[in-house]
């Protein structure tokens, strides 16, 4: 992790960020070689079920667009804890290079009213496995619902279901076990 560093910054990179287990016996290393946790994050995951009814009806839900990003950026400043945002990046350069580039075939959708960005979705499939992000502008958690509706709906029924979800979001985190059958089968630190 030293070395990683180390040629990292060597390299021009400005943070190397890190998921682990909570319970890794290498959280120690990682402190020694200069990694600070800064959040934490659950894995939930719902095997292969009958498909979610057809998405629901989401009156300003569309793809994202290339000019969506800024709007995307103001929601992170108001959804995420200021501890994550300092960690992953208080600028827009920082934040863009930050983000997961995931892999697979994936869609991002945003959600506007009166033309301001409150929610935004990314559902992505590989290998017979789906996956989803979703942030809510805490103004607007009454979209959380529908949204999530929509991200279920839009896997097959033979598709296995993950979501890596910050601990932040909580209230994301009571849906799905409560109402949508996941499981948690993993906590992970995350660190920069």
């Not at 960020?17 to 894995?43: D, I, N, Q």
């Not at 950026?73 to 600028?91: C, D, I, K, N």
């Not at 290079?97 to 869609?107: E, H, L, P, V």
């Not at 942030?135 to 993950?162: D, M, N, Q, T, W």
Request: aromatic share 10%; proline share 5%.
């Amino acid at each position: 992790l030293t070395q990683l560093s180390e040629t990292g910054g060597q390299a021009g990179a400005r943070r190397i960020f890190l998921r682990m287990p909570k319970a890794s016996p290498l959280l120690g290393a990682a402190h020694r070689a200069g990694f600070l946790v800064y959040g934490a994050e659950t894995l939930f995951r719902r095997d292969a079920s009958p498909s979610v009814d057809s998405p629901p009806e989401i009156e300003g839900l569309r793809l994202r667009e290339k000019g969506d990003d800024v709007g995307i950026f103001r929601l992170y400043h108001a959804a995420v804890p200021q501890s994550v945002r300092t960690a992953e990046g208080m600028t827009f350069e920082e934040w863009d290079a930050a983000r997961d580039a995931g892999a697979g075939q994936q869609r991002e959708y945003v959600f506007l009213k009166e033309d301001v960005l409150w929610a935004w979705l990314q559902v992505t499939r590989r290998s017979g496995c789906g996956q989803f992000r979703l942030l809510v502008h805490p103004r607007h958690e009454e979209a959380l619902r529908p949204l999530l509706h929509y991200a279920l709906s839009s896997f097959g029924k033979h598709e296995a279901l993950l979501a890596l979800i910050p601990d932040f979001q909580s209230r994301l985190q009571f849906l799905l076990t409560e109402g949508w059958g996941f499981e948690e089968v993993a906590q992970y630190n995350t660190l920069v």
